[in-house]
């Protein structure tokens, strides 16, 4: 067998398995920063699975008001590492500057993804079953409700329409289009 069937191999597993993990840490950090229901059954889940190193991080890293800094770190820790051993079985050298600037780009890549599928899948929610209850469309609608609160003070109801999601969707986007390009820029430079 080649080394690049392998490492081609190696890069899948530690792709996927940080990917998973780093989702489940950036739902829990996500609807932990919202005030989601603590006791639904899909928050028991993330808590359960990203509840062991977040305990000891946060002996040595506190929480900043509302926002939970151990999984911050955990997440940029995690995403740095994979980062690094991705790059390390493709033998890409890398600068520590760059490396970090990519995991904060990824991190950054990650919750765009999360916000802009979740409001997406809420729309249609609501359109399709907009009087069901399941534990993931509470928890789905109290991740999206804070972001889409804020757009509807500015954009109240046309004719019955809610428009907030369409901004909210289109501010995602503009954002992401703005900072993405100037992170491949900083790597680039770094580099």
Do not use: C
């Not at 067998?1 to 780093?22: A, C, E, I």
């Not at 079985?89 to 802009?116: D, R, T």
């Not at 907030?164 to 390009?181: D, E, N, R, T, Y």
């Amino acid at each position: 067998m080649s080394n690049s069937y392998l490492s081609g191999l190696g890069v899948f597993l530690v792709d996927t398995l940080v990917s998973l993990y780093l989702f489940a840490l950036m739902l829990r950090f996500l609807l932990q920063w919202v005030e989601a229901d603590f006791y639904n059954p899909i928050s028991q889940i993330l808590v359960k699975l990203t509840h062991p190193p977040l305990r000891f991080m946060r002996r040595f890293i506190p929480s900043i008001r509302r926002i939970d800094t151990a999984s911050l770190v955990l997440m940029l820790s995690l995403q740095v590492l994979a980062d690094y051993i991705v790059f390390s079985l493709q033998q890409i050298s890398i600068s520590p500057a760059s490396l970090l600037v990519v995991a904060l780009g990824q991190l950054l890549e990650l919750l765009y993804n999360i916000l802009f599928y979740s409001i997406l899948i809420s729309v249609v929610l609501s359109w399709v079953a907009p009087r069901g209850y399941n534990p993931a469309i509470k928890l789905l609608f109290d991740l999206t409700d804070p972001l889409l609160g804020f757009f509807r003070r500015f954009l109240p109801p046309m004719g019955g329409i809610d428009l907030s999601p369409l901004v909210a969707l289109f501010a995602l986007q503009f954002g992401k289009m703005a900072v993405m390009p100037l992170l491949q820029q900083l790597i680039a430079i770094l580099n």
